[in-house]
T-cell receptor
Framework: GAVVSQHPSRVICKSGTSVKIECRSL??????MFWYRQFPKQSLMLMAT?????????EQGVEKDKFLINHASLTLSTLTVTSAHPEDSSFYIC???????????????FGPGTRLTVT | SQQGEEDPQALSIQEGENATMNCSYK?????LQWYRQNSGRGLVHLIL?????REKHSGRLRVTLDTSKKSSSLLITASRAADTASYFC????????????FGGGTRVLVKP
């Protein structure tokens, strides 16, 4: 149980285009999801907290107009990288917290990540 | 911002040896978690230790927490080649959002 999927797993796009990444909780409901980015051989940096039915909360330094987050249902959050540039190339990882349920309220379940390459 | 720092940044050991890595953090926490990440993959939750706990075990894993020193350690005993991965600590201050702040990670290589 507690599976989180991401789609696509890899994407290559041209500079200036937009890319949408999906994060789904497959067997549980998640009011809260988180989006991270990770550069090679570095740690995860939290970008934003995605809340179902409300606006996302962005971390300092993260452009909300560039990284659009939509959390329209209890099992799906999307991250859209708008007008992507090569410096946006990174590994994007989402995580989800279960709403209610029997699992620990502290635990986040991570997706497998999406590798974005902007050419 | 990144709260935790991990030490060492990289560790190379022989199969069967123990691996120890440390994590330091700056602010008060509600809990601290350790995760494993295989190259190019997502994170796997290993263990959570609450701020009122000092030590926790799970299989071959042993985690300690010293809140007075704001540090934690992860010990992997009798390491296996399959333990080769990056290990991250992550702290949480609790609250409704329960945001995690990750340390820099330790890359562990277990040689067969």
């Amino acid at each position: 149980g507690a599976v989180v999927s991401q789609h696509p797993s890899r994407v290559i796009c041209k500079s200036g285009t937009s890319v949408k990444i999906e994060c789904r909780s497959l067997d549980f409901q998640a009011t809260t999801m988180f989006w991270y980015r990770q550069f090679p051989k570095q740690s995860l940096m939290l970008m934003a907290t995605s809340n179902e039915g409300s606006k996302a909360t962005y971390e300092q330094g993260v452009e909300k107009d560039k990284f659009l987050i939509n959390h329209a249902s209890l099992t799906l959050s999307t991250l859209t990288v708008t007008s992507a540039h090569p410096e946006d190339s990174s590994f994007y990882i989402c995580s989800a917290k279960e709403t209610g349920g029997l699992r620990s309220s502290y635990e986040q379940y991570f997706g497998p990540g999406t590798r974005l390459t902007v050419t | 911002s990144q709260q935790g720092e991990e030490d060492p940044q990289a560790l190379s050991i022989q199969e069967g040896e123990n691996a120890t890595m440390n994590c330091s953090y700056k602010t008060s926490i509600n809990n601290l978690q350790w995760y494993r990440q295989n190259s190019g993959r997502g994170l796997v939750h290993l263990i959570l230790i609450r701020s009122n706990e000092r030590e926790k075990h799970s299989g071959r894993l042993r985690v300690t927490l010293d809140t007075s020193k704001k540090s934690s350690s992860l010990l992997i005993t009798a390491s296996r080649a399959a333990d080769t991965a990056s290990y991250f600590c992550a702290t949480s201050q609790g609250g409704a959002g329960n945001k995690l702040t990750f340390g820099g990670g330790t890359r562990v290589l277990v040689k067969p």
